[in-house]
């Protein structure tokens, strides 16, 4: 299935939202009231952006998703070439190996790397395979199976998974053994979720396919007490459709795909800020870990549908 029938089915979520009367989730949980919409100016801090590996035909070079092993590898997932590629702190290509329709790619606690499979609405089957990235030739092996309709993936230091659905309710949890935690699921009712990051003992969730592009804070050991970060549109023309996220210096950083921009988001008071623009369609940030020069630099790489690979060095 190509990228556009993707976006079509995200869209068809919209447009089904809004005709019903409003946006795709509620705008927070039950007794929090939700942070007001502002405008969003540039942030002070200084970031430059760099292209880190070229792109080729946009959309048809769609890197979705990428993490680093703190060994010295960056992983990407390309999801038009159905394959994870490894790459040198150099820019070199290292190796890839075929995986159906990759998505989130995060490192588990015992050093292994998690990738999402099927990452497609009209995919047979989705789940998620582990590879050794240490590994001459990395051989993936599936974890867990039958989970269609996916797209971001964490992990938290218990080994515990969670997986994003853009056109559903709920945050799947498999547990180390495979098994789903469905209580937990039914708890974290985010509808369209796509980014998923852990800080602490909070899960922080991007929503794609909600109009006000809110960002949530779920407990994980206590997902009902979900509560709203801020949201990043002031009105369905400011729509965002936000991607993936990641935290960094007490900040989380979000990718917004319609924008083309990272926007800093302070976790405790909502206040946001365009921290870097002018991207192509980005995808997915994390940063730079055991990644040679680039980690001492506070460095965050971006991956965007362009099939660019950015760096973004923190000023």
């Not at 970060?229 to 729509?239: A, G, I, P, Q």
């Amino acid at each position: 299935m190509t990228t556009r029938i993707r976006k079509v089915f995200l869209a068809a979520g919209l447009i089904s939202a809004l005709l019903a009367g409003g946006s795709t989730v509620p705008a927070a949980a039950a007794g929090t009231p939700a942070p007001a919409r502002t405008a969003l100016g540039p942030c002070e801090q200084r970031a430059d952006v760099e292209v880190f590996r070229k792109g080729g035909v946009p959309v048809l070079d769609w890197r979705e998703n990428l993490e680093f092993d703190g060994r010295g590898t960056l992983w990407v997932a390309h999801l038009i070439k159905n394959r994870v590629e490894g790459y040198a702190p150099d820019g070199t290509l290292k190796t890839s190996f075929p995986v159906s329709g990759p998505g989130g790619l995060r490192r588990g606690p015992d050093g292994m790397m998690y990738v999402n499979y099927g990452v497609s609405p009209l995919a047979t089957d989705g789940g998620i395979m582990r590879f050794d990235p240490a590994a001459a030739t990395p051989k993936p092996e599936k974890v867990v199976g039958g989970i269609r309709g996916i797209n971001g993936l964490a992990v938290d230091t218990a080994g515990n998974f969670y997986l994003s659905r853009e056109l559903a309710t709920g945050i799947v949890k498999v547990r180390p053994d495979g098994t789903k935690d469905e209580e937990w699921t039914r708890a974290a009712d985010v509808f369209g979720a796509n980014g998923l990051e852990i800080a602490g003992d909070q899960l922080y969730v991007s929503a794609i396919t909600d109009t006000s592009s809110p960002v949530y804070r779920i407990p994980l050991n206590d997902p009902a007490r979900r509560t709203t970060v801020t949201h990043l549109s002031r009105n369905l023309l400011d729509m965002k459709f936000l991607d993936d996220l990641t935290y960094v210096d007490g900040s989380l950083v979000v990718a917004s795909f319609r924008d083309g921009q990272l926007i800093r988001v302070n976790p405790d008071t909502g206040r946001s800020c365009v921290l870097a623009s002018g991207l192509h369609m980005p995808s997915s940030v994390r940063v730079a870990r055991g990644f040679g020069e680039h980690s001492a630099q506070k460095a965050l790489f971006v991956v965007e549908a362009s099939g660019r690979i950015l760096k973004v060095t923190l000023r």
